[in-house]
C-alpha cells in the first residue's frame, strides 16, 4: 500500500482542546517539541472529556500542562587545565498526583527548557500506565560529557547535585538516568547527595549499582520492555518475534538491551546507530561487542564495524533506510520522520516500538497508523525503564534486594499490563484496539485525572 503524507487525516479537536493547546504555545514560546507532546496527548482526549465534563471544569487540562514546579541552576565546574565552566541544570517538577516526582535526567548539548518539558510531560502519562503510584519530572543539563575526563565528570556532577540536592529526597523526587547519564554519572551524584545530607537515602535516585541498593534489571529494563511490548503488540496479530530482522537505532543503553532481548526471542537485529552514522551487519548485531565497544571502552560505532568482518559501517542517510519487519527507535526524539516511515512500509514494516521518547515525528506516527502498521508510542512502550525504578525503590523503602529472576519476571508482567491497559482504553475511547497512540494517552490520563480531581484544587 502507498501511503502519502499528503493522506494524512488529523484528529479533529474540540474547542476546549485548542484553546488549551493555543495557550500552551503562548505561554511556551518557541518549545516546539513540548508543544509537539502536548498536542500528541490532547488530541487524543476528545471523547474522554465529552464523557467526563467535570475534568473540564476542574481545568485537568490547563492544570495537567503547567508544572508544578520548575527549577533552573548555574553549574559551575573547574576542568582539568583549571580552566572555569558553566552550564545550565533543570529540572521539572511536572505532576504529583500520584506519587513523588520521578524521571530522568539527560546530558546533552541540546537540552534545553523545552526538552526537558516536553519529556517531563510525557513522563506524566508513562508514570501513570505503569501503575506503580508515581508522579512525573524530568531534568539534566546541557553539559556535554563526550571528550571530558573522569574526574571533570565527577566534578561536574557533584556541582549538579550541590545545587539539585536540596529539592529531591525519596517522598519528593527521585531521578535516575536518561541520554549520557548512566550509572557512573549516577554514582557520583548519590555519592555527593549522601555527603550533604549525611544520610545513606538509597531511595533518593534510581538505576544506581547493584552493590549499592540498586535493583537487579534496571540497567536492562528499558530496552528488555519496548521488546517485551513489541511481542505483545504483534501477538494481538497472531505473529511472534521468531524468525524476524529488526532495525534498532541508538547504541546506547536502550538499544544495546533491545538487541539483547530481540535476539533471546528469535528476531535478528540487522542493524543499529549512533549519532556518526549506523552500522549492518546481516549476521546480527553481535551484543557483546557491542557492549564492550560503547559500554566499556566509550567508543564510537565505526568501531564495533571494525572489529567485526560482516559488518558494514555506512554514514550517508539513515539506518531506518535498512529494509526490515519490526523497528525499534531506541535514540532520541524526532529521529524518525516521515520519509522514514513512508520507506520503512514500502519495505513491509509490520510493527514499530518506541524505546526513545517520541522518536517518530507526528507525520510519521500518522503514517505508520494510516498504513496498519502495529505502532507502541514511548510512553508505553519504553515504560519498563521508570517501572523497574518503581520497583527499585520498593526495594531501597524496605531495605531489600530481590533476585534478578524476581525482577524481571515483574518487569515481564508490568509490560503485559501496560499492553492490556492501552489496548482497553484504545478501544473505549477511540473504538479501535490498535489505536495504542490514543490508549496509551488516554489510559495514563484518566488515572492522573481522577487524583487531581480527588485531590482538590492544588
Ligand atoms: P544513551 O546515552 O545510553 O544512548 C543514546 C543513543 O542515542 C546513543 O547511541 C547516541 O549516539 C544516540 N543519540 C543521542 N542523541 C542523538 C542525536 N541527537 N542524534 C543521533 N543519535 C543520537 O541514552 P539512552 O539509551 O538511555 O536513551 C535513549 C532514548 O531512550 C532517549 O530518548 C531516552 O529519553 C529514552 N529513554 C531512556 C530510558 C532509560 O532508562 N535510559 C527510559 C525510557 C526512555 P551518540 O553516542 O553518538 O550521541
Ligand atoms: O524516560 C524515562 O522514562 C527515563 N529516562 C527513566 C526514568 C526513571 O526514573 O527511571
Known sequence: MTVLATDIRPRPLSDHVTTVLRSVR???????????????????????????????????????????????????????TGQIHVNRGYRVEFNSALGPFKGGLRFHPTVDLGTIRFLGFEQIFKNALTGQGIGAGKGGSDFDPPGRSEAEIMRFCQSFVTELYRH?????????????????????????????????????????????????????????????????????????????????????????????????????????????????????????????????????????????????????????????????????????????????????????????????????VALFREAGVLFGPGKAANAGGVATSALEMQQNAARTSWSRAETASRLEEIMREIHAHTRRNAATYAEDPDDYVAGAAIGGFVRVADAMLAQGVV
Open 168 to 364: 529531591l529526597g525519596e517522598h519528593t523526587d527521585i531521578p535516575a538516568g536518561d541520554i549520557r547519564v548512566g550509572v557512573r554519572e549516577l554514582g557520583y551524584m548519590f555519592g555527593q547527595y549522601k555527603r550533604i545530607v549525611n544520610r545513606f537515602e538509597a531511595g533518593v535516585l534510581t538505576g544506581k549499582g547493584i552493590g549499592w541498593a540498586g535493583s537487579h534489571a534496571r540497567t536492562e529494563a528499558t530496552g528488555y520492555g519496548a521488546v517485551f511490548f513489541l511481542r505483545e503488540m504483534l501477538a494481538t496479530r497472531g505473529k511472534n518475534l521468531d524468525g524476524l530482522r529488526a532495525v534498532v537505532s541508538g547504541s546506547g543503553n536502550v538499544a544495546i538491551y533491545a538487541i539483547e532481548k530481540a535476539h533471546e526471542l528469535g528476531t535478528t537485529v540487522i542493524a543499529c546507530s549512533d549519532s556518526g552514522g549506523y552500522v549492518v551487519d546481516e549476521n546480527g548485531i553481535d551484543v557483546a561487542l557491542l557492549k564492550d565497544v560503547k559500554e566499556v571502552r566509550r567508543a564510537r560505532l565505526f568501531e564495533y564495524a571494525a572489529a567485526r568482518p560482516s559488518a558494514t559501517y555506512v554514514t550517508e542517510g539513515s539506518v531506518f533506510d535498512v529494509a526490515c519487519d519490526v523497528v525499534l527507535p531506541c535514540a532520541t526524539q524526532n529521529e524518525l520522520g516521515h520519509e522514514h516511515a513512508a520507506t520503512l512500509i514500502r519495505h513491509g514494516v509490520l510493527a514499530v516500538s518506541e524505546g526513545a521518547n517520541m522518536p517518530c515525528t507526528a507525520r510519521a
Open 26 to 80: 503562548h505561554r511556551s514560546p518557541g518549545e516546539e517539541v513540548f508543544h509537539q507532546a502536548v498536542e500528541e496527548v490532547l488530541s487524543t482526549l476528545g471523547p474522554v472529556l465529552e464523557r467526563h465534563p467535570e475534568y473540564v471544569e476542574a481545568r485537568i487540562l490547563e492544570r495537567l500542562c503547567e508544572p508544578e514546579r520548575q527549577l533552573m541552576f548555574r553549574v559551575p565546574w573547574v576542568d582539568d
